[in-house]
C-alpha cells in the first residue's frame, strides 16, 4: 500500500472518531462510525489473502450491522421524543438497541464472534489499530449516554464478556487471538461500571489503550505471531522482554501493577453499590484471565537464562528491530510499573 493511500486512510480514522466523539446529533455520529469502518477495511484487507478477504468482510458486515442499528434506535427516538440530540434518549426501547448496537461495535459478548477472527485475518499493526482507536467512537458515545443506559442489560453482558473473555483465552496459542479475548474482558469491565461511575470507566480505558498498546508493539518488534515465537524474543532484547512482562502481568490486574488500580475500583464501586454477586463474579473472571497472562509471560521470559542460544550476547549485535517502535515501546512499558499505592 502507498505512503499516500496510508495517510489517507490514517487520516480518515482519525477524522471520523473526532466527528463522532464531539458531536451531538445522531446523524453526524453515525457519520463519523462509518468514516471508521470505511477506512480500517482496505488496512485489513491489504495482505491480499483468503484470510484477510474473509477478515474484512466479517468486519464490514457486522460493523455494518451495528450502524445501521444505532440509526434505527436513533431515528426510533427522534419519533417518540422530537430530537436528535445523544444526550436526550428517553425511549427504552431505542436505549435497549442502542446498547445492543454498540456492543456489536465494541465486540462485547455475547456479540463478541467477530473480533477474534477479524484480528486473527489481519497484521500486528491493524489488530493493534481495531484494538485501540477503533474503540474510542463507541465508548465516546456510551460516555455520553451513561445515564440513560439499561444497567442490568449492561451489568449481564459486563459478567458475560469477563467470563469469556478469560475461559476462551485460556485454549488459544495465537497472540492476536489472545489479546482479542483479553479486549472482551476489559470491555466487560468497562461496562460493569459504565452507568454507576464513569469516570472510573474513562480511567479504565485510558489504562488499557496505554497496556494493550504497549503489548502490541511488543509483538511487532518480536514478529511474535504465536507463544512459541515469544519463547525466543528474549535473546533479541531481555530488555524490552523483561517489560513486556510487566505489561502482561499489568493487563491481568496483578497488584501492586498499575492495572490493578481500575479492577480494584470498580470491584470497590460495585460493593458499595450492593452488587456484590456481579463484583464476585468479575474478580472470578480476572482470574482466568491471569492465568493465560501468567503463561504467555513464562513462555516469553523462560529463556532468559545465558545458555539458551549458542551466540553469545545475541543481544549485543547490530540490531534489526523498528527503533522507532522500540522508543514507543519502553516509554509506554514504563508507565506499567507500580503506582497504585500513589491513590491510597
Request: proline content about 6%; overall charge positive; aromatic content about 8%.
Amino acid at each position: 500500500m502507498s505512503p499516500t493511500t496510508m495517510t489517507i486512510l490514517i487520516s480518515s480514522l482519525a477524522t471520523g472518531t473526532i466527528i463522532t466523539a464531539s458531536s451531538h446529533h445522531w446523524l453526524m455520529a453515525w457519520v463519523g462510525l462509518e468514516m471508521n469502518t470505511l477506512a480500517i477495511i482496505p488496512m485489513i484487507s491489504k495482505q491480499h489473502h483468503p484470510r484477510a478477504t474473509e477478515a474484512a468482510t466479517k468486519y464490514f458486515l457486522t460493523q455494518a450491522a451495528a450502524s445501521a442499528t444505532i440509526l434505527f434506535s436513533s431515528t426510533t427516538n427522534a419519533w417518540q421524543t422530537g430530537t436528535w440530540d445523544i444526550t436526550n434518549m428517553t425511549s427504552p426501547t431505542a436505549n435497549m438497541l442502542l446498547t445492543m448496537a454498540l456492543a456489536m461495535k465494541l465486540g462485547l459478548a455475547p456479540m463478541h464472534f467477530w473480533l477474534p477472527e477479524v484480528l486473527q485475518g489481519s497484521t500486528i499493526k491493524t489488530a493493534l489499530i481495531i484494538s485501540t482507536w477503533q474503540k474510542l467512537a463507541p465508548m465516546a458515545l456510551i460516555f455520553m449516554m451513561s445515564n440513560a443506559l439499561p444497567t442490568t442489560a449492561l451489568l449481564t453482558m459486563a459478567m458475560i464478556s469477563t467470563l469469556l473473555g478469560g475461559w476462551a483465552g485460556l485454549n488459544q496459542t495465537q497472540t492476536r487471538k489472545i489479546m482479542a479475548y483479553s479486549s472482551i474482558a476489559h470491555l466487560g469491565w468497562m461496562a460493569a461500571i459504565t452507568t454507576i461511575m464513569p469516570n472510573i470507566l474513562a480511567l479504565n480505558l485510558v489504562l488499557y489503550l496505554l497496556m494493550t498498546t504497549s503489548m502490541f508493539c511488543t509483538l511487532i518488534l518480536f514478529n511474535s505471531k504465536n507463544i512459541k515465537d515469544m519463547a525466543t524474543s528474549p535473546t533479541t532484547s531481555p530488555t524490552t522482554t523483561t517489560l513486556a512482562m510487566l505489561t502482561l502481568l499489568s493487563l491481568g490486574g496483578l497488584p501492586p501493577l498499575t492495572g490493578f488500580m481500575p479492577k480494584w475500583l470498580i470491584i470497590e464501586e460495585l460493593t458499595t453499590q450492593n452488587l456484590t454477586t456481579t463484583a464476585t463474579i468479575l474478580a472470578l473472571s480476572a482470574l482466568l484471565s491471569l492465568f493465560f497472562y501468567l503463561r504467555l509471560s513464562y513462555s516469553s521470559t523462560i529463556t532468559l537464562a545465558p545458555n539458551t542460544t549458542t551466540t553469545k550476547h545475541k543481544w549485543r549485535f547490530k540490531p534489526t528491530i523498528n527503533t522507532t517502535l522500540l522508543t514507543m515501546t519502553l516509554p509506554t512499558s514504563l508507565l506499567m510499573l507500580p503506582i497504585t499505592p500513589m491513590i491510597c
